[in-house]
């Protein structure tokens, strides 16, 4: 597939998109968000690729933002229209069927920092600076990051980081749990690309419904969330992985899920 403003490879069934705006700084335009959210419709339809990572071209950014120039002249509609086409991609993205690694290579500010958000996991560059900006833009979050981050840190660092508008470096971000891990930057990729191997030589039936359970059961009440797990714990028994992964401990040998 080609794009004006994405990389797209896949390497042993993990795919890489990059976002490639570097002049930019990667910012995210009207046209760039329907890139991304063609090219995630293709990923969740391929059933060869079993693992995503997210980053940005150059040294700098991850994303920078949604695309200032572009949104000033928006109106108040036009503005809601961008934020929904944003909303609509970020949840595409969080519910994709595949894990999706955000490998942070540098500013992710604003709907840098939301796009960052929606993925399963975040592994920043230890240069990475992170934060929602819109304050100081007299807007406010608009693709997910004022219910997202609350979620993820809580809602009063949440608040401070919404409300100041500062940018936080990469290690504060991993002290509050916003991201998994820090690395050189050199190490970045790989990082990203290990965790997501070492995901996929799982269960694929158990990784996908891992992260489900995860995102439908946050938004239940527990009592509901732990009945919808116990479902899917019942429904792993049916499938072929549950014989084999057990089956294979009891042996004494590495696994050999078949659904790859
Ligand atoms: N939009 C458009 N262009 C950008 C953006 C952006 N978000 N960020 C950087 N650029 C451009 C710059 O304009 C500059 O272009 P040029 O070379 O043509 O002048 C180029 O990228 C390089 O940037 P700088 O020269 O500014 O680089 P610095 O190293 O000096 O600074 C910063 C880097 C600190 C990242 C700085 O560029 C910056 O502050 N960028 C803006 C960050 C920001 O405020 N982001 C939030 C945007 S708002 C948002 O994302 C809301 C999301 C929800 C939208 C909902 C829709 C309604």
């Given at each position: 597939m080609e794009f004006k403003h994405l990389l797209f490879s896949v390497e042993e069934q993990i795919a890489t998109v990059t976002i490639n705006r570097p002049k930019a700084l990667n910012a995210l335009n009207m046209e760039l968000l329907l890139e991304l959210t063609q090219l995630f419709d293709h990923i969740k339809n391929n059933?060869?690729?079993q693992a995503v990572v997210l980053t940005g071209s150059?040294?700098?950014?991850f994303v920078a933002g949604a695309d200032i120039s572009e949104m000033q002249s928006k109106t108040a509609p036009e503005a809601k229209g961008f934020s929904t086409i944003g909303n609509e991609l970020m949840s595409k993205i969080e519910n994709l069927p595949q894990p999706v690694i955000a490998a942070v290579n540098g500013y992710a500010l604003g709907g840098g920092s939301e796009l960052a958000l929606a993925c399963d996991l975040r592994i920043a560059s230890i240069d990475a600076k992170l934060g929602q900006p819109e304050v100081t833009l007299g807007i406010v979050a608009g693709f997910g990051g004022s219910q997202r981050l609350p979620r993820l840190v809580g809602p009063s660092i949440a608040k401070e980081l919404l409300m100041t508008g500062e940018m936080i470096t990469a290690e504060r971000a991993y002290q509050i749990g916003l991201v998994n891990h820090v690395v050189e930057s050199d190490a970045l990729l790989d990082k990203a690309k290990s965790i997501a191997r070492k995901m996929i030589s799982n269960s694929i039936i158990g990784i996908q419904a891992s992260k489900k359970l995860v995102n439908e059961g946050f938004e239940m009440d527990i009592q509901r969330a732990l009945s919808l797990e116990a479902e899917t714990f019942g429904m792993m028994f049916a499938t072929e992985d549950q014989k084999e992964g057990m089956a294979a401990f009891l042996d004494k040998r590495k696994a050999q899920f078949k659904a790859k």
């Open positions: 059933a060869s690729i150059g040294e700098k950014a």
